[in-house]
Each structure stands twice: as C-alpha cells, then as structure tokens.
C-alpha cells in the first residue's frame, strides 16, 4: 500500500469519478484504475461500487477514508513545516545550565529569544554539569552551558566564558588597606560563600583550600539560585565576611568604591563555562540561541 494508491482513493472518492482523478492528479484514467485495482488486492476488499454512472464508497471504502483522508492533510503539510522551521518560524528548543549560567544568565537569553520568534517552544532546565550532559546524549537537550568540560566524545564543546575569581571586602576592612594579602589571612577572615548555583566555586574554593592546608569554613551561605550575587555582594559591604566572586560581576562595585578587590598573590583561580551540544543532533534553532547568549555573557 503505497502514498500513491491512497491519494488516487481518496481523489477518487472526493471528484466522484475516475477521469476527474486523473486530471487532478495528472495521470491518465487506466493509471487510475491500476492504482485503485492494486489497492482493492492488496486489502482484500472492494472500496467502490458502481451505482449508476457514479463510484460509490462502499462500507469498507468509507471507513478507509476517513483513516486516510487526515492522514494524507498532514502528510501533505510537511514540506511547509519543515520550510518553516528551516525559516526559524516554528520548532521546539530545549536548553540547560549549569550553576549560574542556568539561574541567571540562561533566563535573561531565553526571555530575548522569545520574544524575537514568539512561534518557537523554548524549555530550559537547570542542572549540574553532569547531568546536563546524559541529557545531551539522550537527545532530551539541544544545547548545554555546562560548569566543566564534558567527557563523552559525542558532546562537543566550546569554550564559552572564561572569568578570574576574586575576593571582596568591604573598603574600610584591614585587609583592604593591604598592598598584599597571604591566602592564609584570608582564611582566618569570616567567609560568604554561595549554595546551589555556585557549587562550582565553592569546589574550587575548597580545593584551594586543602592544597595549601587551610581550613575552610565559611560563616554564611546564600542561595546563588535565590539569593543571587546581589545578596552575597551586600553581605560582604555590609561588613559579615569576605567572599570569592567572578571579577567582572563586581566591576562596577569596585569603580563607585562599595566594595575592593584583595590582592592575593598566586590566586589564580578561573571559571569557565562551555557551550555543549551532540555532535550528531541538528537544531536550526541552536545556532541562533547561541547569538542570544553572546549578547548577555558579560552580564
């Protein structure tokens, strides 16, 4: 039973007549015949009966047409959709992020980009990098900013930010006024750190801390989803503690003088943030999100 078979049926039941078939469908009337001839074999069943002048559906003939007849609609569709999505005018997208990227920055992009193709499902989600990446693999994502590279060959990543981490303090703390400050002094101090969102740094931190055999116990834990950098950027003014944080988030702090970077020499920690998609999966869409991103990533 070919696609074939089935629209002479149905050209056939709508015209009322085998010569009128032909000429819609372009083909002569024995075409039409041999096509609707095969297709009462192939079934084992007539479809027409002849009363009159006219073909008739018969029983059988009827219950087909109305399976077929909205199938052949949407397969006749197709073409249009697909020029539609190639058009970016409808299709479906499925990002994810890591951390940070996932709570605030991904957001912002997601609101722009639909705004800009209203007619395009867009779903993010936010994980760790880990999980992101089976998502990947799976076929449930179609891009990921992932905290850490990814270790399956199929995930292709990018780099996409690469930031310095810094530590804050007030302008009026001791160590503010230092031309130098050693990490162990800033390990005695109390420390903010960020939950959830900015486990990343918090690992690094840790990590840091261990290597040079420093005890690590911070006094004050923000939500990074919730809280936000806002919150751990007024705790630190407030005077409740130093914190690590990417430079260029507090840029603008340090130029109105509400807050100062420490310098600490040999801190040379960096956080990096990679655009990851399959290898083998294709979104016409991806490519156009990632110039969204492009627009936010040093927000």
Do not use: C
């Given at each position: 039973m070919t696609l074939w078979q089935l629209k002479a049926f149905t050209t056939v039941a709508k015209e009322g007549s085998f010569t009128k078939a032909g000429k819609v469908l372009g083909i002569s009337q024995p075409s039409v015949s041999a096509l609707i001839i095969g297709l009462h074999k192939e079934l084992n069943v007539?479809?027409?009966?002849?009363?009159?002048?006219?073909?008739?559906?018969?029983?059988?003939?009827?219950?087909?047409?109305?399976?077929?007849?909205?199938?052949?609609a949407t397969i006749e569709k197709i073409p249009e959709e697909l020029d539609q999505v190639k058009g970016l005018k409808n299709g479906r997208l499925a990002v994810g992020?890591?951390?940070?990227?996932?709570?605030?920055?991904?957001?912002?992009?997601?609101?722009?980009f639909k705004k800009a193709f209203p007619t395009v499902k867009v779903s993010l989600m936010v994980q760790p990098s880990v999980v992101l990446e089976e998502k990947l693999l799976n076929g449930e994502l179609d891009l990921g900013l992932l905290g850490i590279p990814p270790k399956s060959p199929l995930i292709v990543a990018r780099l996409f930010?690469?930031?310095?981490?810094?530590?804050?303090?007030?302008?009026?703390?001791?160590?503010?006024?230092?031309?130098?400050?050693?990490?162990?002094?800033?390990?005695?101090?109390?420390?903010?750190?960020?939950?959830r969102g900015g486990g990343t740094i918090r690992n690094m931190i840790e990590t840091l801390f261990a290597r040079n055999g420093l005890d690590f116990a911070p006094v004050l834990k923000i939500d990074a989803v919730f809280g936000g950098r806002d919150a751990l950027k007024t705790a630190v003014a407030s005077g409740l503690g130093l914190a690590f944080i990417p430079e260029?988030?507090?840029?603008?702090?340090?130029?109105?003088?509400?807050?100062?970077?420490?310098?600490?020499?040999?801190?040379?920690?960096?956080?990096?943030?990679?655009?990851?998609?399959?290898?083998?999966?294709?979104?016409?869409?991806?490519?156009?999100?990632v110039d969204f991103l492009q627009r936010y990533k040093e927000k």
């Open positions: 007539r479809l027409f009966e002849k009363l009159g002048i006219k073909p008739h559906l018969t029983e059988a003939g009827r219950r087909l047409f109305e399976l077929v007849n909205d199938v052949l992020g890591s951390g940070f990227a996932g709570s605030t920055l991904l957001p912002i992009a997601v609101q722009a930010r690469e930031e310095r981490i810094v530590v804050i303090a007030p302008p009026n703390h001791r160590l503010a006024k230092k031309r130098s400050v050693p990490l162990a002094l800033v390990a005695k101090e109390p420390l903010i750190i960020e939950e260029h988030q507090v840029a603008l702090d340090i130029k109105t003088g509400r807050l100062k970077v420490l310098k600490i020499p040999g801190l040379k920690l960096k956080r990096t943030m990679y655009l990851a998609f399959h290898k083998r999966r294709q979104n016409p869409f991806v490519q156009t999100f």
